[in-house]
Nanobody
Framework: QVQLVESGGGLVQAGASLRLSCAISGRTFSISIVGWFRQNPGKEREFVSAILRSGGGTYYADSVKGRFTISRDNAENMVFLQMNNLKPEDTAVYFC??????????????????WGQGTQVTVSS
């Protein structure tokens, strides 16, 4: 089993920055990819970004490209999401997720089998 715990969310004004952290424990050797998704009430979970644990390849949703940066620290089993120039439409609960293999579509939430509890990000205008 893999456990993920997110932290770093909060309430900020538009244009501000936040850094989300995802602490990973358990069978970390089984993980091939770690992703960030976000969700608002009544809406589908939306892909934000992902990173491969081997090689470090990164992926971003078009809506966050150039503003968000995903990174990893394999030695510490941590994944980070640096979010700059936040916009009100970035408001959501952000989830960290891990998958056992590199999926054909990294944006597919079904490819990730372990999820954190989420952290709230609220951006005011």
């Amino acid at each position: 089993q893999v456990q993920l715990v997110e932290s770093g969310g909060g309430l900020v004004q538009a244009g501000a920055s936040l850094r989300l952290s995802c602490a990973i424990s358990g069978r970390t050797f089984s993980i091939s990819i770690v992703g960030w998704f976000r969700q608002n009430p009544g809406k589908e979970r939306e892909f934000v970004s992902a990173i491969l644990r081997s090689g470090g390849g990164t992926y971003y949703a078009d809506s966050v490209k150039g503003r968000f940066t995903i990174s990893r620290d394999n030695a510490e089993n941590m994944v980070f999401l640096q979010m700059n120039n936040l916009k009100p439409e970035d408001t959501a609960v952000y989830f960290c997720a891990a998958g056992p293999s590199r999926p054909i579509r990294v944006t597919n939430s079904g490819a990730y089998d372990s999820w954190g509890q989420g952290t709230q990000v609220t951006v005011s205008s």
